[in-house]
């Protein structure tokens, strides 16, 4: 099984700055992970598939990148409509990350 | 309007069983995997089970399986998740999800339900 790691757990910044959310995975999963958005009291949103592919409505601020073994999810400028848990998770295999929290202050 | 909802949660007794049940509506599901997450109250996600477009293929996780099976009615665009056994720790939002590609098992999910709440406790 491999397993997904992310980090920070927690990530405190003010609107406008830049978010960088790092996820590392045990074995290489070649560019196929995920990350969603998910906010309190609501399921899960699908943002980036396959490290980079925004999915369908998705705002551009929103990026991914990474390969083999680390990837990140890159926020350019934060709205406050973006605090959130952000959780990564590989095609093929079940696991999610443990998820990062984005505070805005 | 793609969306699926789930029915079927509530409070039940460690040991018994309960089915939910995700109705999809708005997309042709039968070219689509379909799974369920759950969430523990104030955990992160955990994958359940996943369902291949056409039923031939079912997986669930460690944590359920022999316990928990997968299926799906395509004549009735819908999706089941038969839980037996049930234990306290099974506590938690069910969600029905949409695997993004058609045809695929990949594991990457595209349409979200809201969930349905499933609490063991004696």
């Known amino acids: 099984e491999i397993v997904l790691t992310q980090s920070p757990a927690t990530l405190s910044l003010s609107p406008g700055e830049r978010a960088t959310l790092s996820c590392r995975t045990s074995?290489?999963?070649?560019?196929?992970l995920a990350w969603y958005q998910q906010k309190p009291g609501l399921p899960p949103r699908l943002l980036i598939y396959?490290?980079?592919n925004r999915a369908t409505g998705i705002p551009a601020r929103f990026s991914g990148s990474g390969s083999g073994t680390d990837f990140t999810l890159t926020i350019s400028s934060l709205e406050p409509e973006d605090s959130a848990v952000y959780y990564c998770?590989?095609?093929?295999?079940?696991?999610f990350g443990g998820g990062t929290k984005v505070e805005i202050k | 309007q793609v969306q699926v909802v789930e029915s079927g949660g509530g409070v039940v007794q460690p040991g018994r069983s309960l089915r939910l049940s995700c109705a999809a509506s708005?997309?042709?599901?039968?070219?689509?995997?379909m799974h369920w997450v759950r969430q523990a109250p104030g955990k992160g996600l955990e994958w359940v089970a996943l369902?291949?477009?056409?039923?031939?293929?079912?997986y669930h996780a460690d944590s359920v399986k022999g316990r928990f099976t997968i299926s799906r009615d395509n004549s009735k665009n819908t999706l089941f998740l038969h839980m037996n056994s049930l234990r306290p720790e099974d506590t938690a939002v069910y969600f029905c999800?949409?695997?993004?590609?058609?045809?695929?098992?990949?594991?990457?999910?595209?349409?979200w339900g809201k969930g349905t709440t499933v609490t063991v406790s004696s």
């Open positions: 998770q590989q095609r093929s295999n079940w696991p």
């Open positions: 369902i291949s477009y056409d039923g031939s293929n079912k």
């Open positions: 708005g997309f042709m599901f039968n070219i689509y995997a």
């Open positions: 396959d490290a980079s």
């Open positions: 074995q290489s999963v070649s560019d196929f």
């Open positions: 999800a949409r695997g993004l590609v058609e045809f695929t098992d990949y594991f990457y999910m595209d349409v």
